[in-house]
């Protein structure tokens, strides 16, 4: 099992924003992913909305950076750490565009993305891109099949469905690896069903352990009856963390202790099948967050 982070400061949203990162700017966006990168995370992800409404921006804030933009500004900062989009809502865009996009940021970044994609969820978002929001479902499913020839390694990529048909154009930088992962973000039934379908892992959205096991077993399943022998990863995003004993409130929510203690805690996730476990720590700043990840690598992840 290996361990990937989403970053702070890219996405603001109240259910996870620490209070530091209000005052926070690339500066310490980039050195948080050089500790991720140095302390040998399998990723650090972003997020993605294009914008947000007046009636949900006391919740999720209007911080959104763009996942290409600030994946690809963060390759140019990082050496061997994957860079995952946790997750783009690709329904917005039409897949030629968002092919070029992600295949260009692979190619410079070396063969590092791996691109998680979600059906969305803000209403007035679909709206004013002109997406019909009630068919996000739908979309999505086609966007996949269409990004999956838009990103293979043909110069002249075809797809013929039917929201989407294009063939005949060529369209260069080619990705660096021959198969982009595909990750596919959700907890919903119709989220698990095309992660097994459709995708090469699963991102669920902080749902608790008690599910996770089940869901698992689904996929597995559900792949299996189709037939589809590839592999595939398994993700989780585990409870907030923080390492040592805290001389703050991280919260109830919050795992804290002893290295053991934690490791102890987090193995349930390998046991249920997780290969991908998303961390978080509790932080009052970037030299505490730097702390903590360091901290992870050298003392819980070992015992994993």
Do not use: N
């Amino acid at each position: 099992m290996r361990y990937g982070i989403q970053l702070p400061v890219q996405s603001q949203s109240t259910l996870y924003t620490e209070p530091w990162e209000t005052t926070a700017g690339p500066g310490d966006l980039v050195a948080v992913a050089r500790a991720a990168d140095a302390a040998g995370f399998a990723y650090v992800a972003v997020c993605d909305h294009v914008a947000v409404p007046r009636r949900l921006a006391a919740a999720m804030s209007t911080v959104w950076y763009d996942p290409v933009a600030t994946l690809a500004f963060l390759a140019a900062h990082t050496r061997t750490v994957r860079l995952l989009s946790h997750v783009a809502v690709v329904g917005l865009r039409h897949p030629l565009l968002t092919a070029k996009q992600y295949a260009t940021l692979d190619r410079l970044a070396g063969g590092r993305l791996v691109l998680g994609v979600g059906a969305g969820h803000v209403r007035e978002e679909f709206e004013a891109l002109g997406v019909d929001f009630a068919r996000r479902g739908a979309v999505l499913d086609e966007t996949i099949d269409a990004l999956r020839a838009a990103l293979g390694p043909e110069e002249f990529p075809e797809h013929h469905g039917k929201l989407y048909d294009f063939g005949g154009l060529g369209q260069r930088p080619r990705p660096v690896q021959p198969r982009v992962p595909l990750w596919v973000g959700g907890s919903s039934d119709a989220a698990v069903r095309r992660a097994a379908l459709r995708g090469d892992g699963w991102l669920p959205q902080g749902d608790p352990r008690e599910r996770l096991a089940e869901r698992i077993t689904r996929i597995r399943r559900l792949r299996e009856e189709a037939g589809i022998g590839e592999p595939f990863t398994f993700g989780a995003i585990a409870e907030p963390l923080h390492i040592g004993r805290p001389a703050w409130d991280v919260g109830r929510r919050t795992l804290a202790g002893d290295p053991e203690v934690l490791a102890e805690s987090l193995r349930a996730y390998r046991a249920m099948g997780v290969d991908r476990l998303q961390v978080r720590f509790r932080s009052r700043g970037r030299a505490e967050l730097m702390d903590q990840i360091a901290a992870f690598a050298a003392e819980v992840a070992p015992r994993l």
